[in-house]
């Protein structure tokens, strides 16, 4: 925008300067603090090292964005000294960003509230979006910028926004433009993702942009009661078994840990899970079909419950394909195998609890066996690429030879070339000589001389014949 100038007069670092644009739309914002950077970098001789990330959860707005055309009525703001250095007229209506502007912004797909953010930022230019997040998102959100930015880097919010109750950590350096620096001096508790599991399974229900003032609407109401109620537990996996979403009681079955964050699938399982659920996607990935493991067992609270293991890889919308869902669901809640704590257990329990040792023995056996065929044919198809890339290289060594002679060849040519060339320079010059002989002998000569072709035309002549001749 016309007011972001300000930014402009910000101190960057000389080797390189990084700047994250959230929730950037359509890219109008992210284009402008990158033509602010590169006029800063022209007017003070810096290194043009810039990198603007530019990142949204909209995948058609993010389309729009990397296009970068717009209407004038979009640059009406914009002088005519930037529109002709930053863009190219496309027809009457439609001006495109240049290819300068362009190679030093990076549009990605990114979930603000669920993937991880940037890192050693010089500035964060997050205008409008705070204003429509509660106040404790507003504040992790905050604390996650707080993370992102190097020391002393900047903060550019909207017009309608400020730090809030985590003033603490920025320092106001434009009051009027919401411009704040970070302060080294306190430290923020940063969580990544910044909502859990259970909240993020909430808001994939419920409609955020829906507003508050809207009537209820009892059908949303009803079916988020119905998940709520008789939803089987199951999160979306991709191939590295990271969990991307989530639904459903997961406490029963995965144990999510208080330090470190994960998502991996297999390290939160909870115990007599773990192989199972390798095995089940595994033989999925190798179907291509949906696979159910009805023979499994979780354990809580000291007790074994009999419960399925359900997965299925989706190939549709095309974004998914890959994934996989995963469910899992009790049998029967009510039938469960104790393992006393304290004395030894009784014979029937014994026997189940060998029973299922193994099972879970030739689960890891079948596992293994897997991961064999799965090795093996990693050998193989490197074994094969090794051939073809050992076949390319005798082939790129031939056709070196073959420019090699090539390059012999075309060498003794010029040779022969520049030889003849010298010998037709000599010829030209004694033709010269010979010409220039001729031309004083016929100027100095009394005698009125023609000379003509066989067709009567005239070639020469000298000047005593011009009093004979008009």
Not at 26 to 48: F, H, K, N, R
Not at 124 to 135: D, G
Not at 350 to 378: A, C, G, K, N
Request: with cysteine.
């Amino acid at each position: 925008g016309g007011h972001a100038d300000d930014v402009a007069s910000l101190s960057y670092p000389q080797k390189n300067a990084r700047v994250w644009v959230p929730a950037c739309s359509t890219g109008e914002e992210a284009y402008s603090i990158a033509i602010l950077l590169l006029e800063q970098v022209a007017a003070e001789a810096l290194p043009s090292a810039i990198q603007v990330f530019a990142t949204d959860i909209d995948e058609r707005s993010l389309s729009k964005a990397r296009t970068g055309i717009y209407t004038e009525n979009n640059l009406k703001g914009i002088s005519k000294e930037r529109m002709q250095r930053f863009f190219s007229k496309v027809d009457n209506q439609h001006w495109q960003v240049n290819g300068q502007l362009r190679e030093v912004i990076t549009f990605a797909r990114q979930n603000l509230i669920s993937d991880a953010p940037f890192s050693k930022l010089d500035l964060i230019c997050c205008r409008n979006l705070l204003i429509y997040l509660e106040p404790e998102m507003q504040a992790r959100l905050l604390r996650l910028f707080h993370f992102s930015l190097r020391s002393g880097g900047y903060l550019f919010l909207g017009p309608s926004e400020s730090a809030g109750r985590e003033e603490k950590l920025f320092e106001v350096i434009s009051k009027k433009w919401r411009i704040f620096r970070r302060l080294d001096t306190a430290r923020a508790r940063v969580e990544v993702p910044i909502t859990s599991i259970e909240q993020q399974r909430r808001m994939s229900v419920l409609q955020l942009d829906r507003p508050s003032s809207a009537p209820v609407a009892y059908k949303d109401l009803m079916q988020r009661l119905v998940l709520d109620e008789c939803s089987p537990a199951a999160v979306l996996i991709n191939h590295k078994y990271e969990i991307v979403a989530a639904l459903g009681p997961l406490e029963n079955y995965l144990q999510f840990p208080t330090g470190e964050l994960t998502k991996d699938l297999l390290a939160m399982a909870r115990l007599g899970l773990r192989t199972r659920i390798r095995a089940a996607v595994n033989q999925a990935h190798q179907e291509t079909k949906a696979v159910v493991d009805r023979d499994a067992k979780v354990k809580r609270n000291g007790t074994f419950y009999a419960c399925s293991i359900s997965v299925k890889p989706l190939a549709d919308p095309k974004e998914a394909a890959g994934m996989l869902l995963v469910t899992f669901q009790d049998l029967d809640p009510t039938v469960r195998s104790p393992t006393p704590v304290d004395g030894m257990p009784a014979n029937e329990d014994l026997v189940q609890i060998i029973q299922h040792l193994e099972q879970e023995l030739r689960s890891t056996r079948e596992d293994l066996q897997s991961s064999e065929q799965e090795y093996e044919s990693s050998a193989a198809e490197l074994k094969a690429s090794n051939e073809e890339v050992m076949s390319m290289n005798e082939e790129l060594q031939s056709a070196n030879e073959e420019l090699e002679t090539s390059k012999e060849e075309l060498q003794s040519l010029n040779e022969e070339l520049t030889t003849l060339n010298n010998q037709l320079q000599e010829k030209l010059e004694e033709l010269d000589r010979s010409n220039s002989d001729l031309t004083n002998l016929m100027n100095i000569s009394d005698l009125a001389t023609l000379f003509l072709d066989t067709e009567l035309r005239i070639k020469r002549f000298t000047p005593p014949l011009a009093r004979l001749l008009s």
